[in-house]
T-cell receptor, first 111, second 112 residues
């Protein structure tokens, strides 16, 4: 039982490059989330998906897009990376609005 | 939107002592308050949560209290152990939505 699996764990991008962060959960949870974590700012919600086929903006969605590919997978795409997107990204999933499972994070540096 | 403030940002205690972390929230509609523990290099882990229809919840050495009138909630860890050393986050949400608002975290160090 892997829980929430994120790939990659580390990534360095040049400004303007694009990339997709992958996330998969094996707990049959309906809701999935993408957060970013910056020093001194806690976790901030980028996008979430309440169920397969739906996505909604969170607190800081600008510069990101998401895809809920199926019930298991929820990807986050940066179309044109900027230094301000340097952060640690966490995927999470929940059932009944109880966020119980986070991935181990992706540490992204944009230079 | 909701604003969650968390204090202190750092906390050091001697092993065996108690640790208390406090959070306040601004939106009176918030009714679900989870706490997470994050160890170095790992994702947050849910350790305890409370809903607004109860004032206190305990799980072994961990307890959470909620004061809806004052809009604050606290995490209490008793008989602290070195393995309790981590960053702790509080959060608040409204049951009808998917938005979780996190505090800025408390770095707890338990000194052996």
């Amino acid at each position: 039982n892997a829980g929430v699996t994120q790939t990659p764990k580390f990534q360095v991008l040049k400004t303007g490059q694009s990339m997709t962060l992958q996330c998969a959960q094996d707990m049959n949870h309906n809701s999935m989330y993408w957060y970013r974590q910056d020093p001194g700012m806690g976790l901030r919600l980028i996008y979430y998906s309440a169920s397969e086929g739906t996505t909604d903006k969170g607190e800081v969605p600008n510069g990101y897009n998401v895809s809920r590919l199926n019930k298991r997978e929820f990807s986050l795409r940066l179309e044109s990376a900027a230094p301000s997107q340097t952060s640690v990204y966490f995927c999470a999933s929940s059932e009944a609005l109880r966020v119980t499972a986070f991935g181990s994070g992706t540490r992204l540096t944009v230079v | 939107g909701e604003n969650v403030e968390q204090h202190p940002s750092t906390l050091s205690v001697q092993e065996g002592d108690s640790a208390v972390i406090k959070c306040t929230y601004s939106d009176s509609a918030s009714n679900y308050f989870p706490w997470y523990k994050q160890e170095l290099g790992k994702g947050p882990q849910l350790i305890i949560d409370i809903r607004s229809n109860v004032g206190e919840k305990k799980d072994q050495r961990i307890a959470v209290t909620l004061n809806k009138t004052a809009k604050h909630f606290s995490l209490h860890i008793t008989e602290t152990q070195p393995e309790d050393s981590a960053v702790y986050f509080c959060a608040a949400s409204i049951n009808t939505g998917n938005q979780f608002y996190f505090g800025t975290g408390t770095s707890l160090t338990v000194i052996p």
